[in-house]
């Protein structure tokens, strides 16, 4: 999610708090880290340059005398609205020609940063720390009472422990699991005395209705929640199943449980940062290929994950 659009401002505080600039549907997740102090929404399209709407909300931050931006995306009008701000130290990654509008540009060792979040941290760290990064994992919030609503209001029950299922991958099928494979995990689970509840946005609904079929304790919940409500939901699993997605690692910072399937991906690059989550990935000779789709179409870095492989890091 950061590499997309999020610009971090460090207020000149004393307890060093940290504003986000982001767009509107991230603004309710920012919210539940317990980190930030403010979530600001940029209301700007991505790909979307709309000069003056950027002058006019960095004019409008100016008051509040920020000493750092970060700016994680790598393009040029990314970086306007901290300039506008006039924000002393403005930092990001060399990138589209961003000289004066940055001016703390960072040159990108991606040998010695090898993993996307070590990427981001390190902008963070003054240039003599970036070789000795260490990364905290991230937690969010829970809203008890929002889970309660949600219990009541979805007719959900937690009497048999529940496993949570994320299928959908937005990156492309290369990185998804066979949906086959997700309906009978959740069936063997069922069997063994669990629930299951499906995750995901209205886009993975028809998968979740595949997995769900007529079972009463397989609940389709793909499109039927917001994001902040996912993680309360998740919350209250024991157990989560998922494909290398956003969703991962926000199954992540709950504190969950989470088996992590990874196919054309590589773990070692965007791992699920938890001390709770387990990795399936099979290292096959083509993997990682980073693929949307597989070249070989057969996808065996996916096929060769068995619904026996998941079980035993459930039961």
Aim: glycine share 6%.
């Amino acid at each position: 999610m950061a590499q997309a659009l999020f610009i971090t401002l460090k207020l000149h505080y004393p307890n060093s708090e940290i504003d986000v600039l982001a767009p509107s549907w991230s603004v309710p997740l920012i919210s539940r880290m317990p980190e930030v102090n403010q979530a600001i929404e940029l209301p700007i399209g991505h790909k979307q340059l709309k000069l003056i709407s950027r002058y006019q909300l960095g004019k409008s931050l100016r008051n509040r005398h920020y000493s750092l931006a970060i700016v994680t995306p790598r393009s040029f009008k990314s970086a306007l609205v901290p300039f506008f701000a006039g924000v002393k130290t403005r930092r990001g990654y060399r990138g589209e020609m961003r000289y004066g509008v940055l001016n703390d540009i960072r040159y990108l060792d991606k040998s010695l940063l090898t993993q996307t979040v070590q990427r981001y941290v390190a902008l963070g760290l003054e240039k003599s720390s970036s070789a000795k990064i260490k990364i905290p994992f991230p937690r969010l919030t829970i809203d008890t009472h929002n889970q309660q609503r949600l219990l009541s209001n979805l007719a959900l029950d937690t009497n048999r422990p529940v496993i949570g299922l994320m299928p959908g991958a937005e990156y492309g099928p290369a990185k998804q699991w066979p949906i086959d494979y997700y309906q009978k995990l959740a069936t063997e689970l069922v069997t063994n005395g669990k629930q299951i509840w499906v995750f995901g946005s209205a886009k993975e609904n028809s998968l979740g209705e595949e997995i769900a079929g007529s079972n009463e304790n397989i609940i389709n919940l793909c499109g039927k929640t917001e994001l902040v409500d996912v993680i309360d939901l998740i919350a209250l699993t024991s157990h989560v199943v998922t494909n290398d997605s956003g969703l991962m690692h926000v199954a992540c910072a709950t504190g969950r449980k989470v088996i992590a399937i990874y196919g054309s991906s590589d773990p070692k690059y965007t791992p699920p940062l938890s001390e709770s989550a387990k990795i399936l990935y099979k290292n096959l000779e083509c993997s990682p290929c980073f693929e949307r789709t597989c070249k070989y179409r057969h996808t065996d870095c996916l096929k060769k994950i068995s619904v026996q492989d998941v079980m035993g890091q459930i039961c």
